[in-house]
């Protein structure tokens, strides 16, 4: 008989937040996606039942915050805070209550910042070993997206650390065909994900779930889906070629002017003690202006089996060592999204927390005597 201790742990559910701000068509995505059979097994956490049309979809109501639809999902209204939500689903999963789930979808509110949302899920320790992020799923408005990206830095926000992005109400559009202003801006805002047109039914399940790094339905890791370094790499390219960078800092109309995307690589392996310190200076000087960092990293102990990173803000997930490169582009990619910090501060951060920790480098011991610098090991898993 096997001992209950020596069990081991389920695998984390991955969990996927919808986002977009007020008027976006957020409802109405969710709405659809209820009635799909591929979030059977799935559970919904919304704000309030009365926002999303249920009585097509209403099978039966489990109890006072939950119910059970006829796709297979269960809906869920969030009472007090995300955390506690999350945490109480685990309860009734492992007390039998409920029946087991495969994913959790999260609804946010119109105005939210979808960053307490991914701290929620990374910054919680027992959370952090239950769910796992899949990704961000954010919507945005064919005809007011502009203005609105114009107006609302938290809309911005939404855009910048999405994963995929679905564009609703093309088919309100007198011209019929997206604004080049608003491809430019969203391209701009995030150019590695995916785009979708709601209105030609391009923003299924299929589409927006399974975004993050590991499925389980396959056995390699699909980093280059997720990172979407090569495009973020392009873009940056062609950004300072035609001098976009510098005209959207100087457009007092733009609110989201001081977000930037960008991409930086290093082809030779980097010394594990030099990345740890720029983690952590990362993290502790630069964290509230970080939206997000995707990465695949080298380290010269061990090239072969390459790390992952991913952090929101000052929260990092604990870094994963793959087996073995998942592809053959066997390059350092850090994809980084900024709000009010430029990439030079980054650059020169890389560059010398590196430099310094070179064994051949006299000065290698001063950066590790950096206050700051206790605790950068932990952020490595290797």
């Given amino acids: 008989m096997t001992n ?16 977009g701000f007020l008027g976006s068509g957020k409802t109405t995505l969710l709405n659809r996606l209820l009635g799909d059979p591929a979030l059977a097994d799935t559970v919904v956490l919304i704000n309030e039942f009365g926002e999303v049309g249920l009585d097509h979809l209403l099978v039966e109501k489990v109890d006072g915050d939950m119910m059970l639809m006829s796709s297979g999902c269960l809906c869920c209204t969030i009472r007090g805070d995300l955390v506690n939500a999350l945490e109480d689903l685990l309860r009734r999963l492992d007390n039998g209550r409920i ?4 994913r959790v979808v ?9 960053a307490p949302v ?12 239950r769910y796992r992020l899949d990704g961000v799923v954010t919507t945005v408005d064919a005809v007011n997206g502009l203005a609105t990206l114009d107006r609302h830095k938290e809309a911005a926000r939404q855009v910048a650390v999405a994963d995929r992005i679905v564009i609703t109400k093309t088919d309100l559009l ?8 608003l491809i430019r801006r969203l391209a701009d805002l995030n150019p590695g994900a995916p785009r979708y047109d709601a209105a030609r039914g391009e923003a299924d399940a299929a589409s927006l779930l399974q975004a993050g790094l590991f499925d389980p339905a396959r056995k390699i890791p699909d980093v280059a889906r997720w990172l979407a370094a ?6 940056d390219h ?3 070629d035609h001098g976009h960078v510098h005209h959207h800092a100087n457009d007092p109309n733009r609110h989201d002017s001081s977000i930037a995307a960008f991409c930086l690589t290093r082809d030779r392996p980097l010394a594990p003690k030099g990345f740890d310190i720029f983690l952590e200076l990362l993290r502790q000087v ?3 202006k970080l939206l997000r960092l995707k990465g695949i990293v080298a380290l010269a102990d061990d090239p072969d089996r390459p790390v992952v990173v991913h952090g929101v803000q000052h929260l990092f997930h604990p870094a994963v060592r793959l087996d073995g490169w998942p592809d053959a582009d066997h390059r350092t990619r850090l994809v980084f999204i900024l709000d009010g910090l430029d990439r030079k501060p980054i650059e020169d951060l890389f560059a010398a927390a590196l430099a310094e920790a070179r064994p051949d480098t006299p000065d290698a011991a001063a950066l590790s005597d950096n206050p700051l610098a206790p605790g950068a090991a932990g952020l490595l898993a290797r």
């Fill in 99 to 102: 029946k087991p789930f495969r």
């Fill in 4 to 19: 209950p201790s020596q069990r081991r742990a389920p695998p984390p559910v991955p969990v996927t937040a919808l986002t």
């Fill in 106 to 114: 999260i609804e946010t509110t119109g105005l939210a910042d979808p």
């Fill in 238 to 240: 062609a950004g300072h």
């Fill in 230 to 235: 090569e495009a973020h790499a392009s873009h």
């Fill in 174 to 181: 007198p011209s019929g065909s997206l604004s080049d202003g």
């Fill in 118 to 129: 991914l701290h929620a899920i990374m910054g919680h320790p027992y959370l952090a070993l």
């Fill in 286 to 288: 630069h964290g509230a």
